[in-house]
């Protein structure tokens, strides 16, 4: 099982519990196990097929993971603000 | 100093000479001012003289009847955006924004906004046309501060700006237009039991100034429209393919429609990733079917280009008995300029990255205010929070007694630390750094004399991944055409080359490199995120293995002999009874049979973060509040220095511009929102007798997710030095400064503060 | 922006007929440094320019018993490295090696920074403190306007249309003099005055008493100021900090800058207090022989 950390903004899809757990083997599929559990998240999360503007993935410490990177058991994902570079 | 011996490396550590170095040094680089097509239009940009208006006509019609001109072009002329939502690369961007960013819509929203732009027979035609151009405007009050911004009942810039909440649905629910475009909160632990556990609570208010890049060479864009609907573009810019995206997307045309050519670049710093003028050009150039040129003058890059944020942050931290960081809150308001898009969500992240602290809260808001449009620069966001922090922190040592080093050490994240905003560290080298500035000579000198003082500060910059192409090709002489998408701004060129050589075992002055046009390489983001040398060099790393793979079974064939008895090593190929150095085999291959041309690519690495510790030293004049900077040490980590002069050149650059932030470069507003001091002369870049030798020391944590160990090195060192400098002149001169820029007469006036009886400082 | 004509008279007869003919639209032009800018910027407009450095009469540069004669077009770099002006106008050398980098002080002239008449002009305060005369030439023939007198207004000077300036004279300093020029700036190189002090000061053979003295200020109002009451305090007094410093104070008390992008009101008039205490101390320790170690912009 994947352990989510969820922004303030999402928690209140889960009850205001962060971090939750969702199952798969890629970012993506975790995604969908979530929105199974906390229907209604997956649009917050995606602009379509896309992760939404402005938000920026990271699995375990590297920032910048994508949707089909994949995801090891106990591997955390967080969900964060995008960041530029200068 | 790197040991390559120990690490048996022959290029990587090494200092050749840069490839590009000749052509700049005797003038013959050419720059996006130095294009010259046949036909060539000049083009000049009419800029608004409010800071906030709304539009009522425009009337172009004098201008037009003006000999000499063959185009004018307004906001009109670009296509409608609806409210879509865009990534480009380094971010998305809201594309009506954007569009109105490039020639004003509705409202102007900063003074030097542009209006309108004329395309004319010669320079001088074309900016007598701009002064026929009436523009009959409704001025609005401006808002120039997050603080005023914010206040219930401020002007609004923008009537589709809704507040993105931070959390629950109440205030989701209150979607009224606003100045706060976002609202971002990051919580870790328990923040009140840890700050009724803290002994020592220090919070203080700081006031930052709006500061631009200040790269030497303005925004320029030369473009023609083709008769077959094509469009070329010949531009300095920090991302081609990022350019080549912006402009199709504000034209509406498609992507591979317009072509990119990156020329050499002065300067960017993050202020050379968004569009202003090619889209301009390429109307101006679509409307008379000829190229058309738009160089910006120093004013316009000041008032219409994107500086970075001025804002409040509060800081308040607690620390135990023992000296051990228990609590941090912190509040962080950023100027986004006239769009939303600060980066206040970064300067969150970073505030408190460079400690363990299990009790914290950071709370940022992006706040649209009428100045320009805000863009990255060095570390985005990352400055400011660490000049607050920074400050507070050494105050946290002052009360408890305590060595601001030995505090940092006990305090500093390392790997397996959780930040605040969730990711717990890889590997990373704060305490390296720190335990670099301790054993320095710098550190074991005391910096003596009357009036002076010593500052120590640290910082934090994440440093990104993203994409890059590198294609290269053998010659028949054994030399490589190395092609890549990155403009060199800080020597890439020869680092990524010498990344190939090193894999390769060839001499990096047998690598060739040229960065090419948006047609001729493959996807390649911008330069920028310190990222260059990190994922280009993986790109380049890859296509040179593409090619020993190719060398080896052509080797095979060539010798008769099973690919698996085939060796290629530190650049000679070896088979049972056979031997040949890289240039002979290649002599030989080019006679036998297809050319041999590698690839690489790079997209799935992401880097571990960077880490800095300066230490400076000062003088403050008692009686003028003028600081001096006598000496300046700046420890980094760098991951693995391919090019040890660059990672110096990166620091030693980063530092000048940190310490320039730290004492006088502002925005100078009067109070109709206008910019006074849009020159070098009045917006005071330090000069070379501003600046002591900035002495790097290298300390080398190689990050595992690269080959060699690249860690980006451009950004982070300018984080440190506002903080440095601060703590440096509350130790001069006994005053405690939260204002930048630290002017001469900010620093008098908190002195003459304090010798007021009744107004010490707490000290 | 349009055609300019460009002349370069080599007498002070056609200079004066060339600028009699165009009166609005003619600008006169010595090292350029400012008009150039000026012109490309857009601050003023010109259609005729007469290029004064081929003037015998502006490049004379004199020393002897009845004083000093310094051509208008003369550049920074000549007075520098000028012997006499090294010793006994000392403060004219301070104010040349602070304009611009070498290049500008390679062009630039005292006269072009005097006829400019900018407040914050570094050396316009030297000249005055010096006692300068400025020598105009125009249609009537010449008149003598002291350089306290010269400037109106920013940017504004006594010139009439058809004039031009021709020379600026100094009186030689009695013995045991000194002068100095400092100025202020947030940086070290590179800036405009925030606000800039010149002193020359007479003392007994002894260098015990002030004999005469004269402070000019920059950048504190208007045009340069001949702070007269703060330098008459100095008279008669023992060289002392008490003197100095009272001397200063009413040089601070004199002072009426604005508020702006380079420094506030109150900041400047602080400055000028503490600027007017060192750069007194600078001139008398020159005016007693010494030497004045002062690292720009320090
Ligand atoms: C990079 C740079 C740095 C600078 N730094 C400083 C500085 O540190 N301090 C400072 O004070 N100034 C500075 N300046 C401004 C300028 O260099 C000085 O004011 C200089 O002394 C002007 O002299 P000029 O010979 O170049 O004058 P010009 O530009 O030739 O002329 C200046 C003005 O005087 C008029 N004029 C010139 N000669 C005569 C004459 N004989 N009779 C009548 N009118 C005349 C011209 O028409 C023009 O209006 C700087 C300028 C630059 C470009």
Same mark, same amino acid.
């Given at each position: ?86 | ?62 201008? /037009? ?28 961007? *809201? ?5 109105? *960013? ?5 409202? $102007? ?72 475009? &976002? ?15 803290? &002994? ?10 709006? $500061? ?36 199709? /997307? ?309 010798? *008769? ?26 002599? /030989? ?175 | ?298």
């Amino acid at each position: 099982m994947a352990v989510v950390y969820l922004p303030k903004a999402l928690q209140m899809f889960s009850g205001g519990n962060s971090p939750v757990v969702a199952r798969g083997k890629t970012v993506r599929e975790v995604f969908e196990d979530l929105d199974q559990q906390y229907p209604g998240i997956r649009d917050r999360l995606f602009a379509g097929s896309s992760i939404q503007p402005g938000l920026m993935l990271a699995v375990g410490s590297r920032m910048g993971a994508r949707l089909l990177d994949s995801v090891d058991e106990d591997d955390e994902i967080h969900i964060l603000p995008a960041i530029g570079g200068g | 100093m790197p040991d390559n011996a120990q690490r048996s490396y022959k290029v990587i550590g090494t200092r050749p000479i840069r490839h590009d170095g000749v052509d700049k040094v005797t003038g013959r680089a050419k720059y996006g001012a130095d294009v010259m097509l046949t036909g060539l239009l000049a083009g000049a940009v009419l800029r608004s003289p409010h800071a906030h208006a709304r539009i009522r006509s425009i009337d172009t019609s004098a201008a /037009e009847a003006l000999p000499g001109v063959r185009a004018v072009a307004t906001a009109r002329d670009l296509p409608d955006q609806g409210s879509r939502m865009v990534e480009l690369g380094e971010g998305s961007v *809201n594309m009506r924004h954007l569009s109105a *960013n490039v020639l004003a819509h509705d409202k $102007v929203l900063y003074k030097g906004h542009a209006v309108a732009a004329v395309a004319a027979d010669n320079i001088h035609i074309a900016q007598e046309a701009l002064k026929l151009i009436r523009v009959d405007y409704e001025p609005l009050p401006p808002v120039m501060t997050v603080t005023e911004a914010m206040r219930a009942g401020a002007p609004l810039l923008n009537d589709d700006v809704v507040t993105q909440p931070a959390g629950n649905a109440e205030a989701l629910a209150e979607s009224k237009p606003s100045n706060v475009a &976002k609202h971002f909160l990051f919580e870790k632990g328990n923040l009140d039991e840890g700050f009724a556990r803290a &002994k020592h609570v220090v919070e203080r208010e700081f006031h930052l100034a709006t $500061v631009h890049q200040g790269y030497i060479e303005p925004h320029n864009a030369t473009a023609l429209w083709h008769a077959d609907g094509k469009v070329s573009v010949w531009m300095s810019t920090q991302g081609s393919f990022t350019a080549r995206q912006q402009t199709a /997307e504000l034209l509406r045309i498609p992507v591979s429609d317009v072509k990119v050519t990156p020329m050499e670049i002065g300067g960017g710093f993050g202020g050379k990733i968004s569009v202003y003028l090619p889209p301009v050009a390429a109307i101006l150039s679509r409307k008379t079917g000829r190229p058309v040129k738009i160089v910006m003058d120093r004013a316009a890059v000041f008032e219409a280009t994107g500086p970075t944020p001025g804002g409040v942050i509060r800081v308040k931290l607690g620390a135990d008995e023992s000296g051990k960081l228990v609590a941090a809150d912190a509040w962080l308001a950023y100027e986004a300029g006239a769009y939303p898009g600060s980066p206040v969500g970064a300067g969150c992240m970073c505030i408190f990255a460079c400690y363990d602290i299990p009790n914290a809260r950071v709370e940022g808001f992006d706040v649209c205010v009428n100045k320009p449009r805000t863009n990255a620069y060095r570390a985005p966001g990352s400055t400011q929070a660490a000049f607050a922090v920074e400050t507070v922190v050494d105050e946290i040592c002052q009360r408890l007694k305590l060595d601001p080093l030995e505090f940092r050490l006990k305090n500093a994240s390392s790997e397996g630390t959780r930040r605040v905003d969730g990711p717990v560290f890889s590997r990373v080298g704060l305490v390296e750094t720190l335990q670099a500035i301790g054993n320095s000579e710098h550190y074991k000198s005391p910096p003596g004399g009357p009036n002076r003082g010593r500052g120590m500060a640290s910082g934090f910059w994440f440093n990104v991944g993203l994409k890059s192409s590198v294609t290269a090709t053998i010659g028949c002489d054994g030399k490589v055409a190395l092609v890549e998408g990155s403009p060199d701004i800080g020597g890439t060129r020869t680092s990524i080359a010498m990344q190939f050589a090193e894999t390769l075992g060839i001499p990096v002055e047998d690598v060739h490199p040229a960065v090419a046009d948006t047609d001729s390489v493959g996807y390649t983001d911008v330069t920028g995120g310190s990222r260059v040398t990190f994922s280009t060099g993986i790109a380049a790393v890859e296509a040179a293995r593409d090619l020993e793979r190719q060398l080896v079974s052509r080797a095979a064939e060539l010798w *008769n002999v099973p690919a698996d008895q085939v060796c290629y090593t530190n650049g000679v190929m070896t088979a049972p009874g056979h031997k040949a150095t890289f240039k002979e085999l290649v002599a /030989e291959l080019h006679e036998t049979g297809e050319p041999l041309v590698g690839r690489g690519t790079s997209g799935k690495a992401n880097q571990a973060g960077a880490f800095a510790t300066h230490l400076v030293d000062v003088e403050v004049d008692p009686e003028t509040g003028k600081v001096q900077i006598l000496r300046y040490t700046a420890a980094q980590d760098v991951g693995t220095a391919i090019h040890p002069s660059y990672v110096e050149g990166q620091i030693q650059g980063g530092v000048g511009q940190g310490i320039g932030w730290a004492l006088n470069e502002e925005y100078w507003y009067d109070d109709r929102g206008s910019m006074r001091n849009a020159t070098f002369l009045d917006y005071r870049l330090p000069t070379c007798y501003d600046l002591p030798m900035i002495e790097p020391i290298l300390v080398e944590v190689p990050d595992p997710s690269h080959p060699y160990g690249v860690r980006g090195v451009g950004e982070v060192p300018i984080c440190p030095p506002p903080a440095a400098i601060a703590i440096a002149i509350a130790q001069a001169a006994g005053v405690r400064m939260t204002e930048l820029p630290m002017a001469p007469h900010k620093v008098m006036a908190a002195i003459l503060a304090k010798s007021r009886p009744g107004n010490g400082q707490p000290h | 922006m349009h055609e300019i004509d460009y002349e370069s008279p080599t007498s002070l007869a056609d200079a004066v007929a060339i600028l009699q003919k165009n009166r609005e639209s003619v600008r006169c032009l010595a090292g350029g440094t400012d008009l150039i800018d000026h012109l490309r910027t857009g601050r003023i407009d010109a259609r005729q320019i007469v290029d004064v450095k081929k003037l015998p009469e502006l490049q004379i540069l004199e020393a002897g018993p009845e004083g000093l004669r310094l051509g208008a077009a003369v550049c920074c770099r000549s007075v520098c490295a000028h012997a006499a002006i090294q010793q006994d106008y000392t403060a004219l050398a301070d104010s040349g090696a602070i304009i611009g980098g070498i290049q500008i002080q390679n062009r630039a002239s005292l006269g072009g920074n005097l006829c400019n008449s900018g407040p914050a002009a570094d050396s316009i305060p030297s000249m005055v403190a010096l006692s300068g005369i400025c020598v105009i030439a125009g249609p009537d023939g010449l008149r003598e306007v002291p350089v306290e007198k010269f400037c109106v207004a920013p940017g504004k000077n006594v010139l009439k249309p058809g004039e031009l300036l021709v020379e600026i004279r100094f009186p030689k300093p009695a013995a045991h003099s000194g002068s100095h020029y400092r100025r202020f700036i947030p940086r070290n190189e590179m800036d405009i005055a925030v606000v800039g002090v010149a002193a020359a000061v007479t003392l007994s053979a002894d260098g015990s008493q002030f004999v005469a003295g004269r402070i000019s200020l920059g950048a504190v109002g208007p045009t340069p100021l001949l702070a007269e009451e703060a330098s008459t305090k100095l008279i008669g007094k023992p060289v002392n900090d008490d003197a100095i410093a009272a001397a200063a104070a009413a040089a601070r008390e004199l002072a009426a800058p604005i508020s702006d992008m380079r420094g506030t009101a109150d900041y400047r008039k602080h400055l000028t207090e503490v600027l007017t205490r060192r750069v007194l101390s600078a001139a008398v320790t020159r005016a007693r022989g010494g030497k004045v170690d002062h690292r720009p912009g320090w």
